[in-house]
């Protein structure tokens, strides 16, 4: 069973789309995470949702707007998609400390 | 900015341990040290986490220096499978509050240290 997955693998978008990335835990943890991985591996934290608190990473543009519909799910929306949002994306959740990533979204921005 | 400093890369012959350093001298009182791993093209996988104690699990060991200003991961039989950039992070337990992004203290993974086990 897949604990933290998330769709779709790759996506391959043109500049000012709006795109959504889906994520999904099944281990029943209250806190879900996003990151970003950029071209130099560095993976840094863009939004925590806790227990329906959204705690927003202030460097992270508004074009990016998470959305929980229930505790097992942390969806990230982007809207007019930029060249430098080209990442691989991963969602995480955890209950106490350690972290359970999903296996990231290759995203490419044409 | 990183609140760590790893070694870029490091070998290791297969069989044997591979002891990967980290440096985090500025780390605070109630900062946990973590290491993760991601294997190419993979999430980052959980290994390890400790305060002040050293710490062992199925995976691996911790050694956390007294003064708390470095630490040690050990993997003790190091196989192919264990090929992998590890990620040594500093960063509050979950249960404290919430306040590593309002402080600017957001959570890096760093640039971590790329291990090749060699057969």
């Known amino acids: 069973d897949t604990a933290v997955s998330q769709t779709p693998k790759y996506l391959v978008t043109q500049m000012g789309n709006d795109k959504s990335i889906k994520c999904e835990q099944n281990?029943?943890?209250?806190?879900m995470y996003w990151y970003k991985q950029d071209s130099k591996k560095f993976l840094k934290i863009m939004f925590s949702y806790n227990n329906k608190e959204l705690i927003i990473n202030e460097t992270v543009p508004n074009r990016f707007s998470p959305k929980s519909p229930d505790k097992a799910h942390l969806n990230l929306h982007i809207n007019s998609l930029e060249l430098g949002d080209s990442a691989v994306y991963f969602c995480?959740?955890?209950?106490?400390?350690?972290?359970?990533f999903g296996p990231g979204t290759r995203l490419t921005v044409l | 900015d990183a609140k760590t400093t790893q070694p870029p890369s490091m070998d290791c012959a297969e069989g044997r341990a591979a002891n990967l350093p980290c440096n985090h001298s500025?780390?605070?009182?109630?900062?946990?040290v973590y290491w993760y791993r991601q294997i190419h093209s993979q999430g980052p996988q959980y290994i390890i986490h400790?305060?002040?104690n050293n710490e062992t699990n199925e995976m691996a060991s911790l050694i956390i220096t007294e003064d708390r200003k470095s630490s040690t991961l050990i993997l003790p039989h190091a196989t192919l499978r264990d090929t992998a950039v590890y990620y040594c992070?500093?960063?509050?337990?979950?249960?404290?509050?919430?306040?590593?992004?309002?402080?600017?203290?957001?959570?890096?993974f760093g640039t971590g240290t790329s291990l090749t086990v060699i057969p």
């Open positions: 281990l029943g943890h209250d806190t």
């Open positions: 500025t780390i605070s009182g109630n900062e946990y």
């Open positions: 992070i500093v960063r509050v337990a979950e249960g404290e509050p919430r306040n590593q992004w309002s402080t600017g203290n957001q959570f890096y």
């Open positions: 995480a959740s955890s209950q106490v400390s350690e972290q359970f």
């Open positions: 400790g305060l002040k």
